[in-house]
T-cell receptor, first 113, second 113 residues
């Protein structure tokens, strides 16, 4: 039972353009959502998060949008840079416990120069 | 400030053997969570320890067990290794019952042959 799904295994964008990574979830009890970035041979690194009481959170080039009615969130990266090339994981949790995360399968982003 | 460190980085074991993986939490953190990441998948929550006690467990059999020590470092033990246990094992530390950002270690790559 995959409660958090990232249906696009990979995404390729041109440097300077927008990258949009998508994530769907099924459990309506999730109240906190996070995005992590992972480079090979490294652990996941926290990028940005959003509480279920908000519909948007912005941090520099990264913006996360949450649509609770559709149980969908997305990560926008503008402008995309070659250093953004990595695997991106969407994660969700209940009661804000950031140590008990349910992860999606990940999307590999390639930003071409 | 010392980050999350895991040892060893790589390990090869034979089916049926037992393995112990170690994690040193970030300075000031008292919560440790363990995850298993199979190839091509997102990390899957194994269990969490808060102040030396188990604080939640994912869908893993009892042969996966853990410990947290008074200095908040942690061990993950897996008995009777199976081929499907081959994965990247990630440790994440945070403060409190996970209401702060969790920081991940670089992981231990376990191969069972």
């Amino acid at each position: 039972d995959q409660q958090v799904k990232q249906n696009s295994p990979s995404l390729s964008v041109q440097e300077g353009r927008i990258s949009i990574l998508n994530c769907d979830y099924t459990n309506s009890m999730f109240d906190y959502f996070l995005w992590y970035k992972k480079y090979p041979a490294e652990g996941p690194t926290f990028l940005i998060s959003i509480s279920s009481i908000k519909d948007k959170n912005e941090d520099g080039r990264f913006t996360v949008f949450l649509n609770k009615s559709a149980k969908h969130l997305s990560l926008h990266i503008v402008p995309s840079q070659p250093g953004d090339s990595a695997v991106y994981f969407c994660a969700a949790t209940i009661s804000g416990n950031t140590g008990k995360l349910i992860f999606g399968q990940g999307t590999t982003l390639q930003v071409k120069p | 400030e010392t980050g999350v460190t895991q040892s060893p980085t790589h390990l090869i074991k034979t089916r049926g053997q037992q393995v112990t993986l170690r994690c040193s939490s970030q300075s000031g953190h008292n919560t440790v969570s363990w995850y298993q990441q199979a190839l091509g998948q997102g990390p899957q929550f194994i269990f969490q320890y808060y102040r030396e006690e188990e604080n939640g467990r994912g869908n893993f059999p009892p042969r996966f067990s853990g410990l947290q020590f008074p200095n908040y470092s942690s061990e993950l033990n897996v008995n009777a290794l199976e081929l499907d246990d081959s994965a990247l094992y990630l440790c994440a530390s945070s403060f409190g019952r996970g209401d702060t950002e969790a920081f991940f270690g670089q992981g231990t790559r376990l191969t069972v042959v």
